[in-house]
């Protein structure tokens, strides 16, 4: 019954280590992704401050820098926090390995005793021997053939025993090293983050002199992306006008033909919302409920990219404005790529920047500021299918991303991948 115990100890423990195992795997994943964009973002800043201008986009990735920085101790907390978990259950089970190990080699040492004393054939038989009947005999023979088998097992659990208690060891040893490392790491970022910090101070200094020209800046930009926005929703507007004009069509020629032939009428569909009309066709019915059911899993407009700025209000300064997307900012000359199967509507320009429209159903995804397009009105695109080249918005490339539903604009950090 004892080495049931202890192998169900050991398989506990196997299962325990798994999992933990895996959560540690998960949160070094997770700060190697934020490391990442704060490379990228350290990039972006670097070749910025070279033209010796601050510029909003420097603002923002500076900010959004330090959230991430903020966001990389938080997960080197959390892998302390595991770490300690690790080398509490690992000193647990050093202990418990070495009570089992005292436990095993007690019996064992009885068990030696016993075969001393019971050492030559003629003791084992006088013990055989001296049983009250022949049924006790059989038994006290199936005991000694058992027990010596027993004793070599137990034999080999001491030595497994030992093997998995040095194992543990190693295994404590090792933590205690990262839990060090880690700690250090710890601190070292924790510095940066002063510095950023004081850098971002400084750079809100030189907003608060300079705000009316940022404002100045800001009421350009709102005016330029409002004009933008119209561009889009009209065009929406006109495809909801086209599709309504093609179920009316359609209508009227069915109405025709039944005529002709002598059949009822059919009864013309009630009024149709705009999303109605363009999920009127079964295909764009299936893409419309398609690209709704990959709703948080889309992928990312760009390979490798950190938000800058969130959907919604804003402000800088005394000035506000209202942000109908998110805003990427991304490598230098990053290819930009459809987040879902559709067809691109229009490929319209802007002050020499191109932005792209492409339908999937009901929904509308709007890919701003490209430098370039390698698409055009009319193109079936597939999901990641590259649709142009980031364009450079004062030094930094920066991807304004947008999701629509008929006219309703929508906030793609709900709907692309985490």
């Known amino acids: 019954m004892k080495l049931y115990k202890i192998f169900f100890f050991f398989l506990l423990i196997s299962i325990t280590s798994q999992a933990v195992a895996q959560n540690s795997a998960e949160l070094k994943r997770k ?53 300690d978990h690790q080398i509490h259950e690992n000193t647990n089970t050093v202990h418990s390995l070495q009570d089992q190990l005292g436990l095993l080699r007690k019996e064992y040492a009885g068990m030696i005793r016993f075969a001393q004393r019971n050492k030559n054939a003629y003791d084992k038989m006088m013990f055989v021997f001296a049983a009250k009947d022949f049924n006790q005999a059989y038994k006290r023979i199936k005991y000694l053939q058992q027990f010596g088998q027993y004793r070599k097992k137990q034999a080999d659990y001491i030595q497994g025993t030992e093997k998995n208690l040095k194992n543990k060891i190693g295994v404590l040893d ?54 933008i926005d119209r561009e889009i929703r009209n065009a929406i507007q006109r495809e909801i006008a086209l599709a309504k004009q093609r179920a009316e069509e359609e209508e009227r020629l069915a109405a025709a033909k039944a005529k002709a032939e002598n059949k009822p009428v059919p009864v013309a569909s009630k009024a149709k919302t705009s999303g109605g009309y363009l999920t009127a066709t079964p295909e764009a019915a299936k893409l419309s409920a398609e690209f709704e059911s990959n709703r948080g899993s889309l992928p990312w407009p760009v390979a490798q990219g950190s938000i800058t700025e969130g959907f919604g209000r804003h402000k800088e300064g005394q000035a506000n404005y209202d942000n109908t997307g998110i805003t990427i900012q991304t490598a230098e000359g990053a290819s930009v790529r459809a987040v879902f199967n559709g067809k691109v509507l229009r490929v319209m320009s802007s002050l020499g920047k191109y932005f792209v429209l492409i339908k999937h159903g009901e929904y509308f995804t709007v890919y701003q500021n490209l430098r370039s397009v390698s698409v055009a009105a009319g193109d079936n695109v597939a999901t990641k299918q590259a649709i142009g080249v980031v364009a450079a918005s004062e030094e930094i490339p920066e991807l304004q991303f947008q999701i629509w539903r008929g006219t309703v604009a929508q906030n793609p950090e709900a709907w692309i991948a985490k």
């Open 31 to 83: 700060k190697e992704a934020i490391q990442r964009e704060i490379e990228l973002l350290q990039k972006n800043l670097n070749k910025a401050a070279s033209a010796k201008k601050l510029t909003l986009g420097e603002i923002r990735a500076l900010n959004a820098k330090i959230s991430l920085m903020q966001s990389k101790i938080t997960v080197i907390n959390s892998e302390i926090k595991n770490l």
């Open 174 to 227: 090792k933590n205690l090293k990262e839990k060090s490392n880690l700690l250090k790491e710890q601190q070292s970022e924790q510095q940066k983050l002063g510095k950023n910090k004081s850098e971002q101070s400084a750079v809100l200094k030189t907003f608060s002199k300079q705000e009316r020209q940022f404002s100045q800046d800001i009421a350009k930009r709102k005016k330029q992306q409002q004009a």
